[in-house]
């Protein structure tokens, strides 16, 4: 709940300027990002084009320190020194449409993501860094060439967001989600994890595992794999035994919603284990977000237009009361941050089942022109 003073609207005025750069920002890092697994280097050349007329358009002064500080160069020799693309190859092999190999393409030169995290709280700027190498990098991929969709690669971002969770696992763990059994084999080459259960409801994915990346584990005999779906086998199963949780059974926030939500449920039931989801930094800078959207407009806004993420942020700006900095800067924090979320379905539920069902019908409509063209 925003208050009518003069502080506050110098603030809402800072966050507008901020969002429109990010916004500019934005269009132009797509211009010069990677290009993904199934474009042409011709298209990768126009976007690099393309990319140097929008670079007029932005506020070069600033956009100079954003570089120097989000950016970074990375070496081919810093990429592959991680120890499973040291060690484990990822040949050309195939089953059901579902295809496992080494031809994740990142040209020489060109934009990835480095890591995700949520925005500074403070000043309420982004933290995501991003990073180039000089080499062309060719990384193992996971595939569904039946509907375009990647699974898993194993490349930097990839890498970092299963950083924390890979540290602090230890004892016995469960794995939502085999892709190409990375995190697997990281928590296998522990000495103070005893035993690995990933659990996969996709058995061509289990087949390809089992037979090509699997055997190439030091420490196989840690690792177990099971057929069958995740969320009802933490619904069912005694999760006592296990130390650690990691949830990884989705693509990106729309499809995360759902497991996201159903697997907060679960662990409120079992406060003994230590859950952990992937991409969850990225969900919680959608909902600051949405705050700060919320603050930038007016209180009359719609949510129409908004993500979930971005809803309850609007959510928590029109129920806190902000009159002046400090205030926003305590509400970007977001503490509690799974309790919050998790308050919010209970109360939302059939708001996020509606949005869900959209955003498939939306991304079905665009495979289905993909496919067409």
């Not at 009359?300 to 800067?329: F, H, W």
Request: overall charge negative; charged content about 30%.
């Amino acid at each position: 709940m925003l208050a009518n003073n003069e502080e506050v609207k110098r603030l809402k005025e800072e966050v507008r300027e901020l969002l429109q750069f990010e916004e500019e920002y934005i269009d132009w890092l797509r211009l010069t990002s990677d290009c993904s697994n199934t474009e042409t280097y011709e298209i990768y050349e126009k976007r690099k084009q393309l990319s140097s007329l929008k670079l007029s358009r932005i506020n070069k002064d600033y956009l100079s320190k954003f570089l120097n500080t989000h950016i970074i160069e990375v070496s081919r020799r810093e990429v592959f020194s991680n120890s499973y693309l040291e060690n484990i190859k990822c040949p050309k092999a195939s089953k059901n449409g579902l295809m496992i190999c080494s031809d994740r393409i990142i040209p020489n030169d060109s934009v990835s993501v480095y890591e995700e995290s949520p925005r500074d709280y403070k000043t309420f700027r982004q933290k995501r860094r991003y990073f180039y190498c000089k080499d062309t990098l060719l990384l193992p991929i996971l595939t569904d060439l039946n509907t375009l969709n990647t699974w898993m690669t194993v490349e930097p971002f990839e890498i970092n967001s299963f950083e924390k969770f890979i540290k602090r696992a230890s004892g016995n763990v469960l794995l939502l989600g085999c892709g190409l059994g990375y995190v697997a084999y990281m928590l296998s080459q522990k000495s103070n994890v005893n035993s690995v259960m990933i659990i996969d409801n996709n058995q061509d994915i289990i087949d390809l595992f089992n037979e090509r990346l699997l055997p190439q584990f030091p420490n196989k005999d840690k690792v177990s794999i099971v057929n069958t779906d995740g969320l009802a086998f933490l619904e069912n199963a005694d999760l006592s035994k296990f130390d650690y949780i990691n949830l990884d059974i989705w693509r990106d926030i729309p499809d995360m919603l759902l497991p996201y939500f159903n697997g907060l449920e679960i662990e409120k039931k079992n406060p003994s284990v230590r859950f952990s989801y992937w991409f969850e930094e990225r969900l919680k800078e959608e909902v600051q977000n949405g705050i700060l959207k919320r603050v930038a407009g007016s209180s009359s806004d719609s949510l129409e237009g908004l993500s979930i993420p971005e809803r309850i942020g609007a959510y928590l700006v029109d129920t806190t009361p902000i009159n002046n900095r400090n205030d926003l800067q305590e509400l970007m924090k977001l503490d509690n941050f799974r309790s919050l979320m998790l308050d919010w379905y209970q109360d939302n539920k059939d708001d996020v089942l509606s949005y869900v069902q959209k955003e498939e019908e939306f991304q079905k409509s665009i495979k289905k022109t993909l496919v067409t063209f």
